[in-house]
């Protein structure tokens, strides 16, 4: 069943039976490196985690290190949930969004489109993000990407994505500490203070919207916000497929109307997620959507893996891994086709077969 | 699953959730009326097969003769698997390719491409096709044809076509005796040997390409090899449905492109078959796209009727048939759109039943 969060349920339930385009937001940040700071990944090759998810599921394969990308726990990535989904009821269109990455994906037949970006600094060191110029190449291609399908599912991999989203909206002033999610079942919660607190300083209190940001964000969450804005008054809908992130992402378009006393059309826009965001008891999605100027429909589709065969799955219900590579709005694109729980736990179990 | 037979999973795999157009070249050659050489059929009717089959295809009944087309062995025609998975993710749009039929398929509302082709002669005495002209009105299509979905499958109806495809690729030098298939389970080599020997001294050692291939093929054959070409430069790429007789296209676009020192992108184009031809012990597609200049992709959808309730379904898996009217495509097209091996297997019991 597909869940409203905020809003109602007309905006999700009118695009049923569409087909939707999967843009993949792909990006290295430093701040990964930081010792503690992000589960989301291979120990040691974190840094290939966009570009194994993005192979993944493209192709059913990894490519760049063999084995799919695990938590130190051993949790799989939520990739696995976006592939399933795909095999069943697939996206018309997937498209790779280059936004600097380490390595690029191994794929041939997929288009992976280069922005020209390189990966972002640690945020503990400031990010040192052109961020004007990464936000406007993402008004640019909201502008003017041609969608295959008649909905857009925006979605990203970005290891320690959630640590720069809550630099972000604490650094453009949203009072969001409590709001933000991680990728461990515990929050890190010390570590990544020491990281924000050391990013928030890096911030001069003369700097200006895109100064700050470009400091403690990182390229997918300036990037989503100039798509947002670029792609307003164009044809398609678009889904921020994400959690805290994809939040953090409206924070910034919310800053961004708020300087140039815009308005945005937010019946273009809504956010999907995984149930694992929506009930998460650490962090507070529904409060981080409240903090916009404007409303939003947000959704999460009910899916549990805790009658999974699998143990690696079941970990899922403890609070492990939560969202990304769009694992939520996938779920949400298969129930808006048919697809019911069993049929994607069986698929996505048969991955690890 | 797709299993890769040559290349990687790239290619078909961005096809998943795309729409597909399936035209179904159905042609017939005198080569069929030799007693033995073909079971594609039914005896007496023999040439009646690519009419009933794409009557079948298009609208659930046979029309020009009661009952469906079987084997002497009671095998139901590949055209029931195609038919199968089009009622389940159907195709965008068929186009039945009229490459010299004795007998028009009996429906409205579908289009029948006329390409003022007769039916063509036994090559046991030279099959006396135009050739230079069949391929052109393949190459003129190719250029011009405009898809309904995004990419093409182009499959065939033509008994006797594994005859004239050995016929072809060893009139064009390949030395490819042991390489091809049959819709026998025991290949009746001692009938096909012969046909081919009188095929071959019917060759004259001055004959041009055109010549050669005029004499020993068939004008699917000829046709979809300059389809191959003639879409080559197009939007869309195309899906060559078959055995070795779609391997038999590629020797002769091969041949042609020697001949006129040109090359071909072949990321265009991708071969996909079942698993009977992957895995015949008779034939061996794989060394036949082997025989190519340029690289090629191709495919084949694991299936088997194994587990099928029905008799006749099960001779499958003893060799009889393996492939025809784009049945190996079709199932990749299925398995790129959600579809299993079982609900594949359901549908087509209940049109034997």
Request: charged fraction near 20%; include cysteine; aromatic fraction near 8%.
């Amino acid at each position: 069943m597909i869940q409203t969060i905020t809003g109602t349920v007309d905006f999700i339930e009118s695009l049923r039976g569409k087909d939707a385009d999967f843009l993949l937001a792909l990006s290295n940040s430093d701040t990964a490196q930081i010792e503690g700071i992000t589960q989301a990944g291979i120990p040691g090759a974190i840094h290939l985690t966009p570009t194994l998810d993005s192979e993944f599921v493209c192709t059913g394969c990894v490519r760049s290190l063999p084995g799919v990308a695990t938590t130190p726990s051993g949790v799989p990535t939520p990739a696995l949930v976006t592939r399933g989904v795909h095999t069943l009821r697939p996206f018309k269109n997937i498209e790779l969004l280059n936004l600097g990455l380490q390595k690029l994906p191994d794929v041939t037949f997929f288009n992976i489109r280069d922005f020209g970006l390189d990966p972002s600094g640690s945020i503990a060191d400031g990010a040192a993000i052109e961020a004007m110029e990464v936000f406007e190449k993402g008004v640019e291609f909201g502008q003017n990407y041609e969608p295959a399908g008649e909905y857009v599912i925006l979605a990203e991999s970005v290891p320690s994505g959630t640590t720069t989203a809550l630099a972000t909206a604490l650094g453009l002033g949203y009072e969001a500490t409590e709001c933000f999610s991680s990728s461990f079942a515990k929050n890190p919660a010390s570590i990544k203070a020491g990281v924000i607190d050391s990013a928030l300083a890096n911030i001069d209190s003369s700097d200006d919207l895109f100064a700050r940001v470009g400091t403690v964000a990182d390229n997918m969450l300036i990037f989503n916000a100039g798509f947002v804005l670029g792609a307003n008054n164009r044809g398609f809908r678009t889904l921020l497929a994400g959690g805290t992130q994809m939040a953090a992402v409206l924070l910034l378009v919310n800053s961004v109307l708020r300087q140039m006393r815009g308005s945005i059309n937010s019946s273009k826009i809504a956010l999907a997620t995984t149930p694992w965001i929506a009930n998460d008891q650490n962090s507070d999605i529904k409060a981080l959507l409240g903090m916009l100027d404007f409303d939003i429909n947000s959704y999460y589709a009910t899916f549990s893996f805790a009658k999974s065969k699998s143990d690696a799955l079941r970990l899922y219900e403890k609070g492990e891994a939560k969202e990304g590579v769009g694992a939520g709005a996938a779920l949400i694109h298969g129930y808006l086709n048919g697809l019911d729980e069993a049929a994607i736990i069986q698929r996505v179990e048969s991955f690890l077969a």
